[in-house]
């Protein structure tokens, strides 16, 4: 933001950032499974500010229709959920993650080429460590990068100790958001 | 590159001009004022001295003073935890670092932005605002809309944007602790003195309504700024209708203490304060319920 932008108080909202940082998933997968005992837990989400417009709702549509075509290719499900705040959630579930960050890339491209990709938030990679445990990966559209969210025992607890772990662990080879307090935590995760 | 196709949702080059415009004349105004001072060299020289700190003063702990004159207690997300997710949420979409969250404890609804930057910026609300019933979505047009204040750092633009009119403030009451209007004496020296006061009265009564004018201006871009963030504009209007409502029938007995602060409300402490609107620091809510309706008419495509 400009120091134009400033004195005219103009606003405007970020596009998203390049995709590729979201395929960096795929191989820093690897290592977190063969080093860490960090498995996929089959599922991913997607959450994007929903538009009371026809416009936005049909785009959404032929998204959800399109990437339904698709998800039987790489043997997925998809199904969509609005949560409490009216974000809707596009939910893919999928063994492989590297077919979970394909059709997860497929639909974010989808709205993109709408031209809503102002409207994609973040998307969710869910995992299980070793001790059955759940812990997330969230990818940050606007700024392309991950950070580790892991929820504790107790209302609204997260294990700072757990996340930071695993940004040493993993942060070199998925490119890790580096303000903590851009580290947004996502409650009410619908899967 | 795909482009948004929204991109021209919420373009305003009419508000943008009259800001420029207005911060055209803040400007001209104080370079009177400036010349003024330098013109008569008198020990003005000190009062800008002590302007520039009380300036650090405000930069820095503004935003301090206020929660503790406001009551404002931060809350954790265990306590508050729709507050937090929806701020959460907006915060990802305007890619700003998370703000700090307090509560006042009054039964007005309403909320303010307070801080220098983006970084030590806070978000209060009051209990009124979050016992009002809201639905998520008006919650957090709201919401967005002070967001919105951080985002433009507007606490930063008013502080500056005053600095000058402070000073002239300074000089006027300065000039009546040193009885600069009254003794016999006519020489050279207190007619340079004289000649300052009166310019400062000037700058200080125009800059006063240009101020006002500003301020009217970055509420109308907050207002806008939170329709774009979240794209619901016909949400916030809502909100406004129900907190205004609230607002008049609610006895003004405990936020009394904000009314200095008002410029940073959503919706003015004052709740009738519309004796001229040239005095007012926030909008008539008409005007703002008309411009979110535009906004919404553009989204929808139904609009210009």
Redesign the interface.
């Known amino acids: 933001m400009g120091l134009r932008d400033i004195l005219t108080g103009r606003s405007s909202v970020k596009q998203p950032a390049s995709r590729e940082r979201l395929f960096a998933l795929s191989t820093a997968y690897v290592t977190l499974e063969t080093s860490y005992q960090i498995t996929s837990a089959g599922v991913a989400g997607i959450v994007v500010q929903s538009l009371a417009t026809s416009d936005f709702q049909s785009v959404l549509k032929d998204t959800e229709d399109v990437v339904k075509a698709t998800a039987g290719e790489y043997k997925a499900t998809v199904e969509t959920t609005d949560d409490e705040f009216g974000f809707r959630w596009v939910i893919v579930r999928n063994p492989s993650v590297e077919d979970l960050v394909a059709t997860i890339n497929a639909v974010s491209t989808s709205i993109e080429e709408g031209g809503y990709g102002e409207r994609l938030l973040c998307a969710v990679f869910a995992f299980k460590a070793a001790d059955n445990s759940t812990l997330n990966f969230i990818y940050n559209y606007k700024r392309g990068s991950w950070y580790p969210f892991v929820p504790a025992p107790g209302d609204k607890q997260r294990s700072t100790e757990r996340e930071l772990q695993l940004k040493a662990q993993i942060g070199s080879e998925l490119p890790i958001e580096p303000e903590l307090e851009r580290w947004f935590p996502l409650w009410g995760v619908p899967f | 590159m795909?482009?948004?196709?929204?991109?021209a949702f919420?373009?305003d080059s009419g508000?943008?001009a009259r800001?420029?415009l207005t911060?055209f004349l803040l400007g001209l105004l104080y370079v009177a004022l400036v010349g003024a001072l330098l013109a008569t060299s008198t020990s003005a020289l000190l009062i800008v001295i002590i302007a520039v700190g009380l300036f650090g003063v405000q930069i820095v702990g503004s935003d301090k003073i206020a929660l503790a004159t406001l009551g404002a207690h931060e809350v954790s997300?265990?306590d508050e935890?729709e507050l937090?997710?929806?701020i959460?949420?907006l915060?990802?979409?305007?890619?700003l670092?998370?703000p700090r969250i307090a509560v006042i404890e009054a039964r007005m609804p309403n909320a303010c932005a307070l801080g220098r930057s983006q970084?030590a910026a806070t978000i209060c609300a009051t209990r009124g605002l979050l016992s009002l019933g809201l639905e998520?979505?008006e919650l957090?047009g709201v919401l967005a809309h002070e967001i919105?204040h951080v985002?433009?750092?507007?606490v930063m633009?008013m502080t500056i944007a005053s600095f000058f009119a402070t000073i002239a403030a300074l000089i006027i009451r300065f000039a009546f602790f040193f009885g600069a209007f009254g003794g016999g004496g006519r020489d050279e020296g207190a007619e340079a003195i004289e000649v300052v006061i009166l310019v400062s009265v000037v700058v200080y009564a125009i800059s006063f309504v240009l101020l006002r004018a500003l301020s009217r201006?970055?509420e109308f871009?907050?207002d806008?700024?939170s329709a774009?963030?979240?794209?619901?504009p016909s949400a916030l209007a809502s909100a406004l209708i129900k907190i205004s409502g609230t607002i008049e029938r609610i006895p003004r007995n405990d936020l009394r203490t904000a009314e200095g602060m008002s410029a940073f409300f959503i919706i003015p402490a004052r709740a009738k304060n519309s004796l001229m609107n040239v005095f007012a620091d926030h909008p008539p809510l008409e005007k703002r319920l008309a411009a979110l309706s535009r906004l919404e008419a553009q989204?929808?495509?139904t609009g210009r």
């Open positions: 795909v482009t948004s196709k929204r991109s919420g373009r508000l943008q800001m420029v911060m997300a265990a935890p937090h997710s929806i959460e949420r915060c990802i979409q305007a890619d670092p998370k970084k998520p979505a957090e919105t985002i433009n750092r507007d633009v201006y970055r871009a907050a806008r700024g774009i963030l979240t794209g619901r989204l929808q495509g």
